[in-house]
């Protein structure tokens, strides 16, 4: 397992994240696949987020990324949709028109935490911490 740190923050944060084209539809392939996907790549970099893995399927995408503590899945997903699809129509008349309402990403998304240390792990280390007070489910360690 391998640590980031920031000023102040030692971390490994990890999340799985999907989300679909509207309506479903089949419009990343080729050239706007590949747009799609370096659009993302550079969003990530802007914002010091890892992409461990990722793909981008014909209508949706996958991505394992890691990010500082500082930023939320709900707002890295709004901000890579967000800005992803904007410059992807302006790029691909053909997907202006598709899309006229401006939403080429479903309203929703995915996501589930990952990491190296299951509950089961980390709750073994909690139960096996010095005890001062009354035995609880919050304990007083030393």
Not at 20 to 48: D, F, H, M, P
Not at 89 to 99: G, I, S, V, W
Request: hydrophobic letters at 35%; glycine letters at 8%; charged letters at 25%.
């Amino acid at each position: 397992m391998e640590y980031r740190r920031g000023s102040h923050t030692v971390y490994n944060l990890e999340y799985h994240i999907v989300w679909i084209t509207k309506y479903r539809y089949k419009v990343l392939t080729g050239e706007v696949a590949l747009r799609a996907r370096e659009l993302i790549r550079q969003s990530c970099l802007a914002r010091e987020i890892t992409i461990v893995r990722g793909s981008v399927s014909k209508d949706h995408v996958h991505l394992l990324i890691s990010c500082p503590p500082g930023l939320s899945p709900a707002k890295i997903v709004q901000y890579l949709k967000g800005r992803s699809s904007r410059l992807l129509q302006e790029e691909f008349p053909h997907l202006a028109k598709r899309y006229w309402g401006q939403h080429l990403w479903g309203r929703g998304h995915f996501c589930a935490t990952v990491g190296a240390v299951t509950e089961e792990m980390i709750k073994e280390y909690v139960e096996n911490q010095q005890v001062y007070g009354p035995e609880d489910v919050f304990k007083i360690t030393e």
